[in-house]
């Protein structure tokens, strides 16, 4: 007889006890700020981003200020994405010594040495036609793409990378960066893979943002189909194979039953990326007063990381670790009572 014996809302009946039982909680180390670095700013600036309010194209060394500012605040990585001063048909300027996250890259390390540093390996910033990778008849050849994403890794790496990203969904493309890497003495630099990445609309603002929007075209010869689940298992397992160390699932919160998928179907650490179009939903729905901008941020969060999700890549990193610890200092009543309960 489950009714009167059984009565769930008696573990409800107050925040203590709520704060108790919660079985997901959020800290600001669960978290990896994504920061636009454009090569040819002038030091010290840092110039609004128009499609993703809060977020900001940065000089390189403005790169420095904004990882300290998050490490500060318990947030333990950066990752890099890159706007180069010129592009060409491959992508070129992805592996320049001088290239703008390889120099925001020396900046933090040199900065803040602590920081985690990650850096995109991807070409479609890079590209004139905002493809991943190159072109051959109006297709992106795979193969051939390899070799520039490999020696980009490796030019991260040499800038002082402590983490590679690859997010262009080439097949083979971490067994080739992982042979790269170690070629050139980088056997101890891990790479995190945009495993199973959905060709998604939620990606608008970004590539606004990183000016990386295909010319032509679309993504869908190469990242995965919005429908497939199985697929994102086979993608893990061969990112895994080819020597992947973590792998991501992206985007987020569109996605959480593959977040789950892979979760339990693997055991290296699992990311979620929480996209541009995830966080303009939330900014601009609470900027005209639908939502509380404050409890979606922090009840997206916590669903992502209950989907199984060990880190989570987010545009609110900063803020949502600044909200967090604001509310723990607040007598140790804990953030997610966000549901406006009565
Ligand atoms: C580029 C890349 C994209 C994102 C991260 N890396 C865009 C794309 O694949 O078109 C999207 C991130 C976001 O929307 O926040 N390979």
């Not at 700013?41 to 390189?60: E, F, N, Q």
């Not at 941020?297 to 609110?316: C, H, N, P, Q, V």
Request: glycine residues 6%; proline residues 6%; aromatic residues 6%.
């Amino acid at each position: 007889m489950p009714f009167p014996t059984h009565r769930l809302r008696r573990l409800r009946s107050s925040a203590t006890m709520r704060h108790m039982v919660r079985e997901t909680s959020l800290t600001p180390h669960d978290f990896i700020l994504p920061l636009f670095i454009r090569g040819n700013l002038a030091p010290k600036t840092r110039v609004p981003i128009k499609s993703m309010p809060g977020c900001y194209h940065i000089s390189p060394d403005m790169a420095a200020v904004m990882a300290k500012e998050a490490y500060s605040v318990g947030v333990p990585a950066v990752l890099l994405f890159g706007l180069p001063v010129r592009k060409d048909a491959i992508g070129s300027r992805a592996w320049a010594a001088d290239g703008a996250v390889q120099r925001a890259t020396l900046e933090i390390k040199a900065a803040r040495s602590e920081v985690c540093v990650i850096c995109d390996t991807c070409l479609c910033e890079y590209t004139d036609h905002g493809h991943c990778g190159v072109l051959k008849n109006e297709r992106v050849d795979n193969d051939a793409t390899l070799d520039l994403l490999a020696r980009t890794a490796v030019s991260q790496a040499e800038a002082g990378a402590d983490m590679v990203a690859p997010s262009d969904m080439m097949d083979g493309r971490v067994a080739a960066i992982r042979k790269a890497l170690d070629q050139s003495g980088f056997e101890n630099t891990p790479i995190m893979s945009y495993a199973a990445k959905y060709a998604s609309s939620f990606y608008g603002p970004f590539r606004e943002a990183a000016e990386c929007a295909p010319s032509f075209g679309d993504r869908s010869g190469y990242q995965m189909d919005p429908g497939n689940s199985r697929e994102a298992i086979r993608e893990v397992a061969l990112d895994i194979e080819e020597g992947a160390d973590m792998v991501i699932v992206k985007p987020a919160l569109p996605y959480l039953d593959i977040i789950k998928t892979v979760r339990d179907n693997f055991s290296v650490p699992v990311a979620a990326y929480q996209v541009s179009g995830e966080y303009a939903q939330i900014k601009g729905a609470a900027a005209i007063g639908l939502v509380d901008e404050t409890k979606n941020m922090l009840e997206s969060l916590t669903s992502i990381k209950r989907a199984g999700a060990d880190i989570i890549i987010t545009y609110f990193a900063v803020n949502a670790a600044k909200t967090l610890i604001r509310h723990m200092m607040n007598g140790g009543s804990m953030p997610l009572e966000v549901h406006g309960s009565d």
